[in-house]
T-cell receptor, first 115, second 114 residues
């Protein structure tokens, strides 16, 4: 079975400060890991993914995430937050050995960036 | 760019009605998915399809069925709508089984059952 945990329902940061949105995962095999963002009344948009290789992954809008196999984590980060980054963020995992095609999503973290 | 289009943004239906939610993708993707999104529960997979006329149950298939007669179209059917099916429904597609590509999502259908 595969699962994802986003331990924080809400993250609040001031504009210009660094931000981190946490994600931990559990898979029986090897993970594909994804981050998506959802703006109000919209579908999800892909931000970045980890497949293999370099543990630091860079994605859209200046976001990056670090894959940590020993801690089974894939935290989303940005060096300097913008008010426009305020949105709902989802982490997702897919075990490519046993669950081909199906991703499991976390419950989501609401990021609020204040001016 | 991949485009996933859901036929309605907002729907209001009565209890007991049969409801059809339609989704079309334009990039020849093999996989298509239906999720429902509820506050605090994230995205839960209802059904997915990896080929025409093929379907598999997700985590919460009860009360739903699906149809995939053409590769580009995946329909979600609520046989007899109930108030606990009031939710945001998201359709998604991805390239093929076993791949490492991301999913592409439609804009969502907010369904209210009264």
């Amino acid at each position: 079975a595969q699962s994802v945990a986003q331990p924080e329902d809400q993250v609040n940061v001031a504009e210009g400060n660094p931000l981190t949105v946490k994600c931990t995962y559990s898979v029986s095999g090897n993970p594909y890991l994804f981050w998506y963002v959802q703006y109000p009344n919209r579908g999800l948009q892909f931000l970045l993914k980890y497949i293999t290789g370099d543990n630091l992954v860079k994605g859209s809008y200046g976001f990056e995430a670090e894959f940590n196999k020993s801690q089974t984590s894939f935290h989303l980060k940005k060096p300097s937050a913008l008010v426009s980054d305020s949105a709902l963020y989802f982490c997702a995992v897919r075990d490519y050995n046993t669950n081909a095609g199906k991703s499991t999503f976390g419950d989501g973290t609401t990021l609020t960036v204040k001016p | 760019d991949v485009k996933v289009t859901q036929s309605s943004r907002y729907l209001v239906k009565r209890t007991g009605e049969k409801v059809f939610l339609e989704c079309v993708q334009d990039m020849d993707h093999e996989n298509m998915f239906w999720y429902r999104q509820d506050p605090g529960l994230g995205l839960r997979l209802i059904y997915f399809s990896y080929d025409v006329k093929m379907k598999e149950k997700g985590d919460i298939p009860e009360g739903y069925s699906v149809s995939r007669e053409k590769k580009e179209r995946f329909s979600l059917i609520l046989e007899s709508a109930s108030t606990n099916q009031t939710s945001m429904y998201l359709c998604a597609s991805s390239l093929y089984l076993g791949d490492n590509t991301e999913a592409f999502f439609g804009q969502g259908t907010r369904l209210t059952v009264v």
